[in-house]
């Protein structure tokens, strides 16, 4: 049935590896999108015989899944965007279009994940999915048992209360931390709520596939049974933006923060 109606044309565009869902509709309003001669709408789809051109050059479906990993270093953003001094996707180098799974902010090291497969994206990184990210995180003091209760137990940060998480102390100013969510800047914002500054931050997990000791600034293939463990552990994950279980609002009436924008920074 899908053949015979045509492929909606951001999900044509993440599985052909140019951008993510969200992006190729963001592209779309923009008037940035076409098929064949005319301008596409979000909505619109795409049929065998059609030309996809994405801001003017021609899209074509990559049949290869690609997945790798990347150690991350400070200074890279996690954008596909030419406007970075130093993006994410030029500093690689890849011989293949590839984008990046979620993000880490700019002074963030550690895991991130590439790939041509829109849908794993999505499957692995919406929130409502509760898919686990660990992190190991250094702050400006000593740490007290009483910061890694909070932390653990949910900070107010961003107009809402951040689910409980998994928290121990490695260090006297060290911890380890595991999210099921991604709100901006979210282990940096916590932190900070509670009086301490991060001062390094590095990724080491997402899900079952981790950063070992990959040398910063490389990358590798994820192998053929971390697919097959990530497969089975997306499996029953949904593809769609879960806006539910994200965190319960902050109803008292202390400041929680300003902003509001959860695009998955740490």
Known sequence: MEDQKGIRINKYLSEA??????????????GQVCIGGRVAVPGDRVQQHDIVYYKGTPVSKEEERILIAFHKPR??????????????????????????????????TGLILLTNDGDIV??????????????????????????????????????????????????????HIILTQG??????????????????????????????????GTYRDVTDEEWKELQRLIRHSSNETVRSGDGEKYKNNRNSGNGKKRNGRK
């Open 122 to 175: 999505n499957k692995m990184m919406r929130s409502g999915n509760r898919h686990e990210k660990e992190y190991v995180v250094t702050v400006n003091r000593e740490i007290t048992d009483t910061f890694i209760v909070k932390m653990s137990g949910g900070v107010p940060i961003l107009d809402t209360v951040t689910r409980p998480c998994k928290v121990w102390q490695t260090g006297a100013r060290e911890f």
């Open 183 to 216: 709100l901006n800047r979210q282990i940096r914002r916590m932190c900070e709520s509670l009086g301490y500054r991060v001062t390094a931050l590095k990724r080491l997990r997402i899900m079952n596939i981790c950063l070992g000791n990959l040398k910063e």
């Open 75 to 108: 200074g890279v953003v996690c954008t596909t965007s030419k406007k970075e001094g130093v993006n994410i996707v030029d500093y690689i180098g890849y011989p293949k279009r590839i984008y990046p799974v979620g993000r880490l902010d700019k002074e963030s």
């Open 17 to 30: 590896g140019v951008c993510s869902r969200r992006e190729a509709d963001r592209a779309l309003e923009a």
